[in-house]
């Protein structure tokens, strides 16, 4: 069974640009989840989505946004980008038993450099 | 935000010593997962423990759940280079896993 992808694995962008990012979940999740994780504030949740709605938000600004298909593919943008935006953006997937034992699978992140 | 503190944050050790990172809180978990991430990939699932006083072993690795459960060790006998990397502890709050702050591993041959 293929693991988590996302796409592109590296993005250079300048300020003020968008950027949208990819994450295709392993076959039969329907749960894909979006993390940053820079030096200085770790791992920290942006987003849930499940069945094509966004179930859970971190605390991050508007500007971040995703969106989930129906095939449970997801995509997250970030509009006007700021140098603090770089870092590496991971996504994570998991089949939702919906128990405390619910394992997420992440893929290998997309670094984005923000200029 | 139920914050996990992990110490120490940098370790550096020589291939065949013996070590433990720790993960903190004021909180009391259901549930706390270990993480490892290596550098340029995601991180993955170490174990998860869920019984307060629990002890799991995955092969030199030896994970416990404080009995409060509010905190848990990891530790790895013999460290191996293929050891190197960032440990993470983790819980779920909700629909949310929130992260600790990471113990950077560095195994050197």
């Known amino acids: 069974k293929a693991g988590v992808t996302q796409t592109p694995r590296y993005l250079i962008k300048t300020r003020g640009q968008q950027v949208t990012l990819s994450c295709s979940p392993i076959s039969g999740h329907r749960s894909v989840s979006w993390y940053q994780q820079t030096p200085g504030q770790g791992l920290q949740f942006l987003f849930e989505y499940f069945s094509e709605t966004q179930r859970n938000k971190g605390n991050f600004p508007g500007r971040f946004s995703g969106r989930q298909f129906s095939n449970s593919r997801s995509e997250m943008n970030v509009s006007t980008l700021e140098l603090g935006d770089s870092a590496l953006y991971l996504c994570a997937s998991k089949v939702e038993a919906g128990g405390i034992t619910d394992t997420q699978y992440f893929g290998p992140g997309t670094r984005l450099t923000v200029l | 935000t139920q914050l996990l503190e992990q110490s120490p944050q940098f370790l550096s050790i020589q291939e065949g010593e013996n070590l433990t990172v720790y993960c903190n809180s004021s909180s009391v978990f259901s549930s706390l997962q270990w993480y490892r991430q290596e550098p340029g990939e995601g991180p993955v699932l170490l174990v998860t423990?869920?019984?307060?006083?629990e002890v799991k072993k995955l092969k030199r690795l030896t994970f416990q759940f404080g009995d409060a459960r509010k905190d848990s060790s990891l530790h790895i006998t013999a460290a191996q280079p293929g050891d190197t990397g960032l440990y993470l502890c983790a819980h779920r709050g909700g629909n949310q896993f929130y992260f600790g702050t990471g113990t950077s591993l560095t195994v050197i041959p």
């Open positions: 423990v869920v019984t307060g006083g």
